[in-house]
T-cell receptor, first 110, second 114 residues
Framework: TQLLEQSPQFLSIQEGENLTVYCNSS?????LQWYRQEPGEGPVLLVT?????EVKKLKRLTFQFGDARKDSSLHITAAQPGDTGLYLC??????????FGPGTRLSVLP | DTEVTQTPKHLVMGMTNKKSLKCEQH?????MYWYKQKAKKPPELMFV???????INESVPSRFSPECPNSSLLNLHLHALQPEDSALYLC?????????????FGEGSWLTVV
């Protein structure tokens, strides 16, 4: 059974601080996605990473896929209150067997 | 904006009611999914359709009945639900690829069973 772990589970920081959240597994994934979800809304796709070692940037967000394609990180620079939400990682090895991590709940205080 | 559309956004139903949740996507995806999400938890897979055929049923109770009328539509028929079935129901779609797949979610349907 493929499992994804995320850390930390909860994070509360001040506006302007930097942070990194992690998504780890003992399994290899052919792709991994990061989503941000606000209460009562569906998860919104932020990025898909496919190649081991790949780094993608989305404004203040930097995503990295581990060389072995078993883990990923999300780094946010100068966090803003609008970054508050649940960050989910999801991986798929083959086909449609998506596995979700438990999420990191981020709160950015003004 | 999500390209997966779900209706209704909110639904309140009694335990003897019959209702349906609807989902539509126009991305040409041939895999569609239903997930259930409780508060502060990640989405839990319920059903997967590939090429309009049910390919995965995660031991979901028969009071939930999925239907895929065509490649763009996915329904979830609800009958005799229990209060513990109250949750956010998420529809999603993806390509049918061997690897490197991405799943896209709708905005969800909030279901309250009274």
């Amino acid at each position: 059974t493929q499992l994804l772990e995320q850390s930390p589970q909860f994070l509360s920081i001040q506006e302007g601080e930097n942070l990194t959240v992690y998504c780890n597994s003992s399994s290899v994934f052919s792709s991994l996605q990061w989503y941000r979800q606000e209460p009562g809304e569906g998860p919104v796709l932020l990025v898909t990473v496919v190649t081991g070692g790949e780094v993608k940037k989305l404004k203040r967000l930097t995503f990295q896929f581990g060389d072995a394609r078993k883990d990923s990180s999300l780094h946010i620079t100068a966090a803003q209150p609008g970054d508050t939400g649940l960050y989910l990682c999801a991986g798929v090895n083959y086909g449609q067997n998506f596995v979700f991590g438990p999420g990191t709940r981020l709160s950015v205080l003004p | 904006d999500t390209e997966v559309t779900q209706t209704p956004k909110h639904l309140v139903m009694g335990m003897t009611n019959k209702k349906s949740l609807k989902c539509e996507q126009h991305m040409g995806h041939r895999a569609m999914y239903w997930y259930k999400q409780k508060a502060k938890k990640p989405p839990e897979l319920m059903f997967v359709y590939s090429y309009e055929k049910l390919s995965i049923n995660e031991s979901v109770p028969s009071r939930f009945s999925p239907e895929c009328p065509n490649s763009s539509l996915l329904n979830l028929h609800l009958h005799a639900l229990q209060p513990e079935d109250s949750a956010l129901y998420l529809c999603a779609s993806s390509q049918v690829k061997i690897s490197g797949n991405t799943i896209y979610f709708g905005e969800g349907s909030w279901l309250t069973v009274v």
